[in-house]
Structures are given as structure tokens and as C-alpha cells.
């Protein structure tokens, strides 16, 4: 499919343990986007990429988070010593990334995360 | 700061006109969004809007904007079924990039 795809589509995990998350994002996208969205909310955003670099990380809560996206393409979305409250639906986007038309972000189908 | 808020819950009936409404705070807004959630389904761009526009019509959608106010609406027109979802209003700036959402108002059709 041409679409932003995520995986895994769902992931349990323990208190304290490591957690990464994968994002592809639309071919020839280069901006990509990572939200999380608790139950009952709106997304919120946490990172922001142009290309490798992050051009935006006032969203992430703590230093437990850090995002990747080596080659400007796939991005990882990195949780350490996961905590209960780090449980919600992790939803990557991609846009053009163009000045004037970067307008649109296509999300994916999101990872569900539940921390135990 | 950046708020937006939405109302919370929608009914209508098949075929009647849905009216969604949305608040957003911080005048430096520069695009306006609409995006529909289904049950398990990721995030659909519906429709945007331009801060510098007063309405949008897309086929079976209208989109008001009062910047004064600061009030966004989305109109669905002859709603169906299939449009039962939640709905969320965004805000975004060309600065950032970043989408602020609201907490999403969920739309019911009843047949």
C-alpha cells in the first residue's frame, strides 16, 4: 500500500522494560511526524522530523523518549523503563514537507501500546 | 496558549445536516483541519481551510471559519451512516508544523 504503515499494530510490555516502535512513512515524504493520543483525547504531538534531522522535540514528556530517523525515511520511536501512564495509541504521520504544501499529514494506523 | 476545544457527542438522524463545532485559541493559526477516526482506523484527513478564508465547500462538506471568534465549524451534508466516527479539529502553524488537536466530538447516525 502507499499509506503510512506502523508496527507492531500492538505491543504489551512490563513496567520498566524497553519498547520501540517503527514508522514507515509515505515514499518521498520527508517530513514525519510522531502523536500520541490517550483514550478518550485527541492526539498530542511529540516529535517532529525534516529529513534525519529533528526539527521539533517539544513534545516529548521526559528523556525516556528519543526518536530516529537515520536514512530520512523509517523512524523508531524509542521507549526506556516504559511507565503505566506511557500507555496510549502512538500515531506516526508523514507530509511532503514542502514550504505551502506540507499541509497535509496522512497518519497511520497507529501501535497500540499497553504497559502492564 | 494553544486550546482547542470540541464538544463531546453528536446525534442526527439519516439524511439530516450534522454541524460540528470546534474553539481554537492562538490567533497565529494559519491552516484549520478536520479529520475523522473510525473504531480501530487511523487518522482521515477530511478537509482544511486557510486561516486567511471564511468557508470551504467540499462535495457533501462545508467548512466555516470566524477567525474573530475564533470558531471553526464542519457541516455534513444528507449524513450517513457511514459517517458515524469521532471527529477532531486541529489547528497548525506554519512555524511548526505541529497539529494541536481537540478531544474530538463523536457523531452518531441514527438509521
Known amino acids: 500500500g502507499a499509506g503510512v504503515s506502523q508496527t507492531p499494530s500492538n505491543k504489551v510490555t512490563e513496567k520498566g522494560k524497553y519498547v520501540e516502535l517503527r514508522c514507515d512513512p509515505i515514499?518521498?515524504?520527508?517530513?514525519l511526524y510522531w502523536y500520541r493520543q490517550s483514550l478518550g483525547q485527541g492526539p498530542e504531538f511529540l516529535i517532529y522530523?525534516?529529513?534525519?534531522?529533528?526539527?521539533?522535540d517539544s513534545g516529548l514528556p521526559n528523556d525516556r523518549f528519543f526518536a530516529v530517523r537515520p536514512e530520512g525515511s523509517v523512524s523508531t520511536l524509542k521507549i526506556q523503563r516504559t511507565e503505566r501512564g506511557d500507555s496510549a495509541v502512538y500515531l506516526c504521520?508523514?507530509?511532503?514537507?514542502?514550504?505551502?504544501?506540507?499541509?497535509?499529514?496522512?497518519f497511520g494506523p497507529g501501535t497500540r501500546l499497553t504497559v502492564l | 496558549g494553544e486550546d482547542v476545544e470540541q464538544s463531546l457527542f453528536l446525534s442526527v438522524r439519516e439524511g439530516d445536516s450534522s454541524v460540528i463545532n470546534c474553539t481554537y485559541t492562538?490567533?497565529?493559526?494559519?491552516?484549520l483541519y478536520w479529520y475523522k477516526q473510525e473504531p480501530g482506523a487511523g487518522l482521515q484527513l477530511l478537509t482544511y481551510?486557510?486561516?486567511?478564508?471564511d468557508m470551504k465547500q467540499d462535495q457533501r462538506l462545508t467548512v466555516l471559519l470566524n477567525k474573530k471568534d475564533k470558531h471553526l465549524s464542519l457541516r455534513i451534508a444528507d449524513t450517513q451512516t457511514g459517517d458515524s466516527a469521532i471527529y477532531f479539529c486541529?489547528?497548525?502553524?506554519?512555524?511548526?508544523?505541529?497539529?494541536?488537536f481537540g478531544s474530538g466530538t463523536r457523531l452518531l447516525v441514527r438509521p
Open positions: 504521520a508523514s507530509s511532503r514537507g514542502l514550504a505551502g504544501a506540507s499541509v497535509e499529514q496522512f
Open positions: 515514499s518521498g515524504h520527508t517530513a
Open positions: 522530523f525534516q529529513g534525519t534531522g529533528a526539527a521539533d
Open positions: 492562538d490567533s497565529s493559526s494559519t491552516y
Open positions: 481551510i486557510f486561516s486567511n478564508m
Open positions: 486541529a489547528e497548525g502553524m506554519d512555524s511548526s508544523y505541529k497539529l494541536i
